[in-house]
């Protein structure tokens, strides 16, 4: 079992609510994985770094219904924009310069994934990361409690610049504007 396994297998554990902060996240299994919290009534609520959330291989696309092609006009192959947009992901307001580097997510309340692992592919396949599943209350209530201080000034969706560069790019491409 690699590390997207392990995050995926704990996402389906879900039974109420994932709170994620994330710098990178370009692995599908997971969003696949969401989406099927999500199918189940779970509520999901998505942060990730202002600079890799609206970039061509974000699964936080595929969470906003959106999908953006590459510099070569090339969509992600694979990917699955879901029908019904999640209205929560988005990106904390930081401070110039700053940036969401955190990799956790909350469970229930109860179960905390972290460590140095972007969930993507290159942190399963190519680099040497740490992963680190955590069964405790006590301890996802201190990382709720950054995810809730990051929530309180979230920019939900895309930002202005982002959307329009993702219009642009899906004009440039002879794709049909998708919001």
Request: overall charge neutral; hydrophobic content about 45%; charged content about 25%.
């Amino acid at each position: 079992m690699d590390g997207l396994d392990l995050i995926a297998a704990a996402l389906d554990q879900a039974r109420e609510r994932i709170d994620l902060a994330l710098f990178v996240f370009s692995a599908q299994p997971l969003a696949d994985a969401l989406q099927r919290a999500s199918q189940r009534g779970v509520t999901i609520r998505l942060l990730m770094d202002p600079g890799f959330l609206a970039r061509p291989f974000s699964e936080a696309l595929d969470l906003l219904g959106l999908e953006r092609p590459d510099h070569r006009c090339v969509v992600e192959p694979g990917n699955r924009p879901w029908a019904q947009p999640l209205l929560t992901v988005g990106s904390p307001r930081l401070a110039r310069g700053d940036k969401l580097h955190h990799k956790f997510a909350v469970i229930d309340g109860e179960t905390v994934i972290t460590g140095s692992f972007n969930w993507s592919d290159s942190a399963a396949y190519a680099n040497d990361e740490t992963l680190l599943l955590i069964r405790n209350a006590r301890i996802a209530a201190q990382f709720s409690e950054e995810f809730q201080q990051l929530w309180r000034t979230a920019q939900l969706g895309l930002r202005e610049r982002d959307a329009q560069r993702l219009k642009a790019d899906r004009r440039r491409c002879g794709l049909p504007d998708t919001f």
